[in-house]
Each structure stands twice: as C-alpha cells, then as structure tokens.
C-alpha cells in the first residue's frame, strides 16, 4: 500500500508541475525519472481527469490541498 501512494504523490507532481508550465523534460530533471515515465504518466492523468492536455490540468494555486 506504501508504494501506491508514492504513485499518486509522483503523480499529483507531475501534474503540477506540468500544470506551472514545465516541459515533460523539465519535470523528468526534477524528480529523477524519464521523460518517457512523465509522459505515460501524464497520459493517465489526462484519462483520469477528461481532458485532453496539459493546459486544462488545474492550476496549482486554484488546486485543492
């Protein structure tokens, strides 16, 4: 169960991360992972959520915490 919410950490992230404008590049430099992995999860995100890119993901100021 440990490990499932590291997924969803790295996943909430990546999406806020992606939401303030980082490249796919960009956020793979930051938390140490591919750019492949950033976007596959990026990809899952935007399934999750009904949208179809990173410019609808919510802002990271108007996200809930």
């Given at each position: 169960c440990g490990s499932a919410i590291s997924v969803q950490l790295v996943a909430r992230l990546i999406a806020q991360l992606a939401a303030s404008g980082l490249t796919n590049?960009?956020?793979?430099?930051r938390i140490e992972r591919?750019?492949?992995?950033v976007s596959d999860r990026l990809g899952v995100i935007y399934k999750e959520l009904g949208i179809r890119s990173r410019?609808?993901?919510?802002?990271p100021e108007s996200s809930v915490r």
């Open positions: 590049a960009q956020i793979a430099k591919s750019r492949e992995t410019r609808q993901l919510p802002k």
